[in-house]
Every structure is written in C-alpha cells, then in structure tokens.
C-alpha cells in the first residue's frame, strides 16, 4: 500500500490493517512453495507491510500507541508478539509481564523463542525496536 494512502487512514483503520496483515502472515508461518521447500518470501513480504502500517500508528503519537496496546491479549499469537514488542518501549509497565507469561506458553515453541529472545534483549539492554 502507497504511504499517501496510509498516511490518509485513521487509526482505526491502521489498526486493522496492521492486525489483518499479521492474521494473514500467521497463516504463512509454515509456508513452502510449488517446490515443497520452506519459502519465506510471503512472510517477509507481510512483514514489510506490517512495518508500515506499525510506523504509521507510532506516528499518532500516544493515540497510534494505545491502539497497538489493544492487541496484547488477542487470540492470535503473532498478533500478541508484535503488539508486546510494538508498545514495550512505550508501555514497558504494561505489556512486560505479558512478555514474561507468553514466553512460558506450551504451544507452539517457535513462537515461546520469540517471546523469549525480545525479553532477554530487552533484560539485557540490547532491545532496538521502538
């Protein structure tokens, strides 16, 4: 999407987008091609999207924020790891323990790392995503 278009949006709208777009890569997160081999090309193609629509929501100031906040308890968890992660700088108060619970979840151990890996680099002072 043109960032004259995004630009244009309101925040619920970005919002949308943002959680649809993470909906959608969730359902490439084991994806392999005409080939049978892994092809992680759709979920990094999402993840730029997703980017986009995740700076044009920190661009609303406090407003872009809370909307990602939202999202922190959503049934997804892609959509639950990139709202944490999102509003952790933020939020910190808000959304570190929900970082702390989610890494120790059972299901689906991949995304346990992810949760894991942001809450060691934050612990350790290394976290770089705004």
């Not at 933020?90 to 790392?113: C, Y």
Request: charged fraction near 25%; proline fraction near 5%; aromatic fraction near 10%.
């Amino acid at each position: 999407m043109r960032q004259k278009l995004i630009d244009a949006m309101t925040v619920p709208e970005l919002l949308e987008q943002y959680r649809d777009h993470l909906l959608l890569q969730w359902e490439f997160r084991d994806y392999h091609g005409a080939n049978g081999k892994p092809d992680v090309g759709p979920w990094n193609r999402l993840a730029r999207k997703i980017e986009r629509f995740h700076r044009a929501l920190k661009s609303r100031g406090d407003e872009g924020v809370d909307a990602i906040l939202t999202l922190i308890h959503h049934p997804n968890r892609n959509v639950r790891h990139s709202a944490v992660v999102h509003c952790l700088k933020q939020r910190t108060d808000i959304v570190l323990p929900e970082l702390i619970l989610e890494q120790s979840m059972p299901d689906w151990m991949p995304m346990s790392f992810n949760f894991w890996l942001a809450h060691m680099w934050w612990t350790n002072g290394q976290w770089t995503v705004d």
